[in-house]
């Protein structure tokens, strides 16, 4: 079965957030699961992908033909840990650019371009997709194209499309504008509402033979007016469910017992052997040794989907408890600022680094005790799954995927896996926090607490299976296990 896998970013090429460890291990993942998959992930040559590029291998040069004109296009090849990535440059894609620029206008024409050529890539090719499966709105134009414009070829026609939806206010606002000028329409269900039409998420959610999203929870949330950004009215009336489908992580990447960059690596026999990371990490940090003082961190995209302004305030309200606090982040200028003063008025015990750092995002979960994940919503997490691996015990909001996949302690004494707030609001992230707190001061509890977390399986195994069994139930409509395993 071969499978085209679409998206803007791919670890450890690039990556800028969860999609890009999607994008980088779970293609590889459905390789290993079932030899008989001939997995091709593309995406495009730009942001980190381009430099120090000597590994990249040319595979062709081509020509994409659009009404805007003709694009001299270049197709690479590299090799990463786990197979082979395909990188799509040439006109429209610029090696220097950054993966996502403020607005979708601005990236508008590259995604388009990215999409379009990599259905020309496997024309060309003579390697015809049995199916494109494309993450979010930057590769949602394929699917448009596939159906409009290479429906009625006989190469193609018969191609089926799966739609990930990864996050979903993130629908392409703004890249309407070039649609036209590449010959795509807008979308024409009229369950969709008119203002959404133009955008490249509508294009893929109105093509697609089936859309999916990254946890069972959020599947559902995205039905409700909370969190289905205006969209919800169209969940509700379309015909096929979205399916749920959780992300895992890479468990090759992620395993505190064969860690490269952990000073000490640990697995569930030793666990006390954490402290010694712990130290190094507060040495880092340029706080005094302590391993009782617990240390809580916060890791990823400053923003205010990520509950940045949630945390700061739990914790100022926790002034007179011991603890200390690590953000690792970058983002939003104004919330970056407020991460610095908060910084600046707790120097004794508050660092924020706002930067992009793989190694210190390591020694964080390998070292600190606590994970913040105090999102507003959360179409997956990936954070809390890695800190529950590591022993990092995460305190979370009751939200999408981190409902998924954390058993509240507080509400299932003896069987937790970490910490949901009873609400999402400053005061039931604060509770949740001052629960780990008092908990943490008892080493025994704490200890099974972090065993049973980092017992979970969130390997892509499951998961994997989950998506090829999505796959073989478009191209083998009579496969019996296809929709007994999708969770929606
Ligand atoms: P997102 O909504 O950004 O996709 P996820 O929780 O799904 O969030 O994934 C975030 C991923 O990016 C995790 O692997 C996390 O460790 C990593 N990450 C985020 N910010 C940073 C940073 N500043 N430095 C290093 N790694 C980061």
Not at 154 to 176: C, D, F, R, V, W
Not at 236 to 248: A, K, M, S
């Amino acid at each position: 079965m071969r499978v085209l896998f679409l998206a803007a970013e791919a670890a450890p090429i690039v990556k800028v957030g969860g999609l890009g460890d999607v994008a980088g291990s779970l293609p590889f993942a459905l390789g290993r699961l079932d030899p008989q998959l001939d997995i091709r992930l593309v995406i495009p040559l730009h942001g980190e992908g381009s430099r120090g590029n000597s590994g990249l291998r040319m595979v062709r040069e081509f020509q994409l033909r659009t009404p805007a004109g003709r694009h001299q296009m270049v197709a690479w090849a590299t090799i990463i840990p786990d197979g082979e990535v395909y990188l799509i440059g040439g006109d429209g894609i610029k090696n220097e650019s950054p993966v996502y620029q403020s607005n979708a206008a601005a990236d508008a024409e590259k995604y388009c371009i990215f999409s379009l050529a990599a259905l020309a890539f496997c024309l060309e090719e003579g390697w015809v997709p049995e199916i494109i499966h494309a993450h979010d709105w930057h590769t949602a134009f394929a699917l448009k194209a596939l159906r409009d414009v290479h429906g009625s070829n006989p190469k193609m026609g018969n191609t089926k499309s799966i739609l990930t939806i990864h996050n979903l206010p993130y629908q392409g606002q703004g890249a309407e504008g070039v649609l036209s000028r590449f010959g795509l329409k807008e979308a024409t269900d009229p369950i969709l509402p008119e203002w959404s039409r133009g955008f490249p998420l509508s294009l893929g959610l109105e093509s697609a033979d089936v859309v999916t999203t990254v946890s069972p929870q959020y599947a559902r949330e995205i039905q409700t007016k909370t969190f289905g950004a205006g969209l919800d009215g169209y969940f509700n009336r379309r015909q096929q469910p979205v399916v749920g489908i959780l992300n895992g992580i890479d468990y090759e990447e992620w395993n505190p017992a064969s860690d490269v960059a952990l000073m000490r690596k640990y697995d569930l026999q030793c666990i006390p052997d954490r402290r010694e990371n712990k130290l190094q990490l507060q040495q880092e940090l340029g706080f005094g040794a302590n391993s009782s003082i617990p240390l809580l961190a916060m890791i990823g995209r400053v923003d205010a989907q990520k509950g940045v302004g949630t945390a700061i305030s739990a914790l100022r309200g926790l002034k007179d408890a011991p603890w200390r606090a690590v953000f690792l982040g970058t983002g939003d200028p104004s919330l970056e600022e407020e991460l610095n003063a908060f910084a600046a008025e707790n120097p004794m015990r508050v660092r924020a680094l706002l930067k992009y750092d793989r190694d210190l995002a390591h020694h964080i979960y390998g070292g600190a005790d606590m994970l913040l994940v105090p999102s507003r919503y959360e179409p997956c997490g990936l954070t809390q799954m890695i800190g529950m691996r590591y022993g990092c015990i995460p305190i979370a909001t009751p939200v999408g995927g981190l409902v998924d996949t954390i058993l509240d302690e507080a509400s299932n004494p003896g069987r937790g896996t970490g910490f949901l707030a009873a609400s999402g609001d400053d005061a039931g992230v604060r509770s949740a926090v001052q629960t780990a707190l008092a908990l943490f001061r008892s080493r025994a509890k704490w200890r099974k607490l972090q065993e049973r977390a980092m017992r979970q399986d969130f390997s892509w195994q499951r998961s994997a299976a989950d998506y090829r069994a999505l796959y073989l139930s478009l191209i083998a409509p009579g496969y019996p296990e296809a929709g007994n395993r999708v969770h929606s």
